[in-house]
């Protein structure tokens, strides 16, 4: 059995480092996704773009997205999907 290796990565320089390693797949972290070291305060949907570019990776996104709309968002910007934690409160 194959091991899948992961990486949550807050910036592009960050992901291009983790692909030459060798990572199977990445959670691209924008600044909306809290409390992760090392962000530049940029985005999700600026990364998205700038991954969807620069990385051959398959890759999901993370922070920030809630609902379908942000599914659709992020699939349009080149994601594979999206990272969505149980949210305790109805969305209205």
Do not use: W
């Amino acid at each position: 059995m194959n091991p899948v290796l992961t990486s949550r990565c807050t910036s592009i320089r960050h992901a291009i480092s983790a692909q030459k390693l060798g990572i199977d797949f990445l959670s691209i972290d924008g600044f909306e996704c809290a409390g992760h070291p090392g962000e530049d305060d940029v985005t999700g949907l600026i990364l998205l773009a700038l991954a969807a570019r620069k990385l051959q990776l398959p890759y999901i996104a993370s922070g920030g997205f809630g609902d379908g709309r942000g599914l659709a968002a992020a699939l349009a910007l080149g994601a594979q999907g999206y990272h969505l934690l149980q949210l305790n409160r109805r969305l209205t």
